[in-house]
Nanobody, 123 residues
Framework: QVQVTESGGGLVQPGGSLRLSCAAS??????????MGWYRQAPGKEWELVANIRYNNNIKYGDSVKGRFTISKADAAATVYLQMNCLKPEDTAVYYC???????????????WGQGTQVTVSS
């Protein structure tokens, strides 16, 4: 099994910064890391990709956060960080971390999710 734990949300003023952390804990060595990242959802808005990083360090950002958010991964651990700068009220949402693994030699991927962390950007 893979357990996903995320933290770092909170209240911040517009223009401020927050850093989210997410760690995947793997109890079965047959799981093989593929990618991790964040999605977010706010009331009345679409579920959207925030950022994702693959095992080969390829990175993808959602259009609304490009140039402001940075995702990174620890070299020797399934831990990722999301540095959020120049935050806007429109960034207010619940941020959900996902960790995606292969199992054994199967071709299909397995997605595991954190419980979400609230980010609120307000004066």
């Amino acid at each position: 099994q893979v357990q996903v734990t995320e933290s770092g949300g909170g209240l911040v003023q517009p223009g401020g910064s927050l850093r989210l952390s997410c760690a995947a804990s793997v109890s079965d060595h047959m799981y093989s890391f593929n990618n991790m990242g964040w999605y977010r959802q706010a009331p009345g808005k679409e579920w959207e990709l925030v950022a994702n990083i693959r095992y080969n360090n390829n990175i993808k950002y959602g259009d609304s956060v490009k140039g402001r958010f940075t995702i990174s991964k620890a070299d020797a651990a399934a831990t990722v960080y999301l540095q959020m700068n120049c935050l806007k009220p429109e960034d207010t949402a619940v941020y959900y971390c996902t960790a995606v693994y292969a199992y054994g030699f199967a071709l299909s991927m397995n997605a595991f999710w954190g419980q979400g962390t609230q980010v609120t950007v307000s004066s």
